[in-house]
């Protein structure tokens, strides 16, 4: 099996940072993607950001300019770096990764999410 686990939410005023983490581990054979999503409380989850294997990069357009998101490939280990926080930005954050195993193929797995919180 697979596990996802995300790191580093928590207190940020208006306009300050925050970088989240994501870790995959387990039967992993290949990671194709990692995926970034937030869910505002009474709305739907909606994707943030995403990175394909071969570094393509997507963005929402609420966060274009704002978030980077990067990988370490040899630590299963995908990172959203978020600049110029906005209240807006508050929600819990979930991280999805779409890998390859030795008996499955392209099988998505979540993390439980982490929050963030932007406020003064």
């Known amino acids: 099996q697979v596990q996802v686990v995300e790191h580093g939410g928590g207190l940020v005023q208006p306009g300050g940072s925050l970088r989240l983490s994501c870790a995959a581990s387990?039967?992993?054979?290949?990671?194709?993607?990692m995926v970034w999503y937030r869910q505002a409380p009474g709305e739907e989850r909606n994707m943030v950001a995403a990175?394909?294997?071969?570094?393509?990069?997507n963005y929402d357009d609420s966060v274009k300019g704002r978030f980077t998101i990067s990988t370490d490939n040899t630590k299963n280990t995908v990172y959203l770096q978020m600049n110029s926080l906005k209240s807006e930005d508050t929600a819990v954050y979930y991280c999805k990764v779409n890998v390859d195993g030795s008996y499955f193929y392209g099988t998505d797995y979540w993390g439980k999410g982490t929050l963030v919180t932007v406020s003064s």
């Open positions: 387990g039967s992993i054979v290949r990671v194709n993607s």
């Open positions: 990175i394909t294997n071969g570094g393509s990069t």
